[in-house]
């Protein structure tokens, strides 16, 4: 018995003592009070604006002064709520454009438009400016995405798919969405899982423990990025510990049955 409670007491101080050296990495953005004002004077202007790729889904409406002039350029198509009776059946929406992997979209009157790797910004004024022929007077053009979306996986509070109505999103925001990471996250090696436009692949590691993390590139997240929080050694110890007092309780009461056994045939 002394022995088992001496060696009981040696895991607990091991396990404690892990946990304070892993509180450690708990705290993002650590010894931010150390970045210079300079530092961040020098990041003054350069905001982040997500660029159209192939596979999105864009709306894009054109307004003028005259109706009728930006009837051709609005397609609406006949869409169905759920629950709704037939007179709300017969609604419209607008029409959504597919980029495809050549970063274009087939438009009315104007035909195919290349917008890959154009801001919604950029598109809108290249929208514009192919619209001048067609147009007496300067239109109005909104697009916007229909499918900007990240996924947020392992150990956070609510894993899962969200869709970003604003365009843009930081890691830090991406992680609130899905709850935070759990005490058992691994806070500097975050891994975020990136397809570019032409379709190549790639695994970035973030440091959330970083101050300068803010300042990076990767800082931002780009549509359907994937973003995967790994569990600690803590939480696969905890695994372990778990299995292994499993078994020893199983074979414990094992043990004990058969001595009760034998007890009783000895009488």
Known sequence: MIRISFFSVVV???????????????????????????????QIGNMYDAKIMPKDILTITVSTTDPEASLPFNVTVPY???GQNELLN??????????????????????????SGLTIRDAEKKVVELLKPYIKEKPLVV????????????EVARPGTFTVSQEKINILEALAMA????????????????????????????????P?????????????????????????QNARIGSVTTLWISGLSIAITVANLLINILK
């Open 12 to 42: 607990m101080i091991a396990l404690f003592f892990s946990s304070c050296g892993s509180s450690k990495k708990v705290a993002y953005l650590q010894n931010s009070q150390d970045i210079t004002e300079e530092e961040y004077f020098t």
């Open 80 to 82: 169905q709520r759920e």
């Open 90 to 115: 017969a609604q419209t929406k607008l029409n959504t454009y597919l980029v495809d992997n050549n970063g274009e979209i087939d438009f009315p009157v104007l035909g195919m438009i290349r917008l």
């Open 143 to 154: 697009v916007k995405f229909g499918n900007y979306k990240i996924s947020v996986l392992g």
């Open 179 to 210: 709850g935070d990471m759990t005490i058992y996250g691994v806070r500097d090696n975050v891994k975020v899982v990136r397809e570019d436009a032409k379709g190549n692949k790639r695994i970035m590691q973030i440091n959330l423990n970083d």
């Open 212 to 236: 300068y993390l803010v300042f990076a590139k990767e800082y931002y997240l780009q549509q359907n990025d994937v973003v995967y929080v790994e569990p600690n050694n803590i939480k696969a």
